[in-house]
C-alpha cells in the first residue's frame, strides 16, 4: 500500500482505454497501490462516468476509435464541472507533435507506453497532491475573501452607525430625555453585536492559524447556558423574544469553556436574528449516545430550505441571508461553531424546515 495515501480517502482514478489488457495492467498497478479505479473502453463511456461520479485524476489513452483521446481531453476543459480534473495521456505515440497537442489540450502529463510501473505511480501521486494543494489554496482564497468582506461591510455598518447616533446627540444638544434614552439603547445593542463580531473573528482568526488554546475540563452545562442566556438577553429583549431553558437532569460535559461558551452563544444569536418578533427559543439538553450530551437550540422562527440547511455550517457557501428585521447574517459564528464543537470531539447538525422554525444541535463528550 502506497503509505502517502490516505486512510481516511482514497483517491478516485479514471483509466480510458480501448484495450482491456492495457485497462488491466495498469489497474492493476494502481490497485495494488490502494488507489480506487473506474476503467472505461472509450471516450464517450469516459465523459459519462466522469459526469456522474468525478474522478481526482484520469489517466487516458489518445488512439482510440470513434473519439480519441485529444477529443475527450477537449471535451473535459469544456465543462466547468470536470475541467479541473487533471489529465495525464498514456499512448503509444512519442512525436513531439502529439506529446505538444496533449498539453496544449490541457494534459498535465505524458507517459509513453510502454511505460514503467515506478513513473506511473510517481506522477500520479505527484499530479493528485498538486491537484490537493490547488483545491486547498482555492478553498483558504475563498475563506480569505469572505473575512476580508466581513470586516468591510459587517464592521463598517454598526460602526457607522454609531458615529451617525453619537453626531445626531452632539450637533442637537437640546435632546429629549425619551430620544436620548433610545439612541443610548441602540449604541448599546450595536456595540454589544460589534464585541461579539470582533471576537467570532479574532477566534476565526487564531483557529486558522493553529493558535487557539483548547484547554479541556469538567463543565456544568446547565450554568454555561444560564451565562449564555445572560449575553443575549438584550438582543432578545429588542425583538420581545423570550428565551427559555429545559435542562431536565444535571448535566456536566469534558470540553473547553471558552468554546462552549462560544458555540451556545452563537447558536442563540442565531436563533435570535431568524425569529419574528414575539417569538420563542428553547434551550434543552439531554444524554446522548457513547457518553454524550446533546444540547438543543429551538425556536419558531422563518426556517430554511434545504438547500440553505445543507450548507450552514461552510462559510465559502451562499447560502446566507438577512435576518427578519434586516439584521447581517455572514455564516462565520454558524462556521465557528461547527470548528469548536469538532474541535471537542463532538457532532453538531440542524434541523428545519422552511417558515416552521429550526434546531440546532450539538454533543459534546462527557469523559476525557
Known sequence: MNKKISDQYIPNILIVDDIAANLKVLGGILKDNGYKIRPVLNGQMALQVAEIDQPDLILLDIMMPGMDGYEVCRQLKRNPKLQDIPVIFI?????????????????????????????????????LKICQQSKELKELNATKDKFFSIIAHDLRGPIGSM?????????????????????????KELSINTFHLLENLLSWARSNTNKIEYFPSTLNINDLIEYSIGNVRIQAKSKNISVSANYGEQLQAYADENMVRLIIRNLLSNAIKFTQQGGEINISTYPGEDNSIIIAIKDNGIGMPKIISDNIFQIDKKSNRPGTEGESSNGLGLMLCKEFVEKNGGKIWAESEDGKGSTFCFTLNTTS
Open 91 to 127: 499512448s503509444a505515440l512519442n512525436d513531439t507533435k502529439d506529446v505538444v497537442n496533449a498539453f496544449t489540450l490541457g494534459g498535465v502529463d505524458y507517459i509513453t507506453n510502454p511505460f514503467q510501473a515506478e513513473e506511473v505511480l510517481a506522477r500520479v501521486a505527484t499530479h
Open 163 to 187: 458615529m451617525q447616533i453619537a453626531e445626531i446627540i452632539s450637533e442637537k444638544g437640546n435632546v429629549d430625555e425619551d430620544t436620548l434614552y433610545s439612541f443610548l439603547e441602540s449604541q
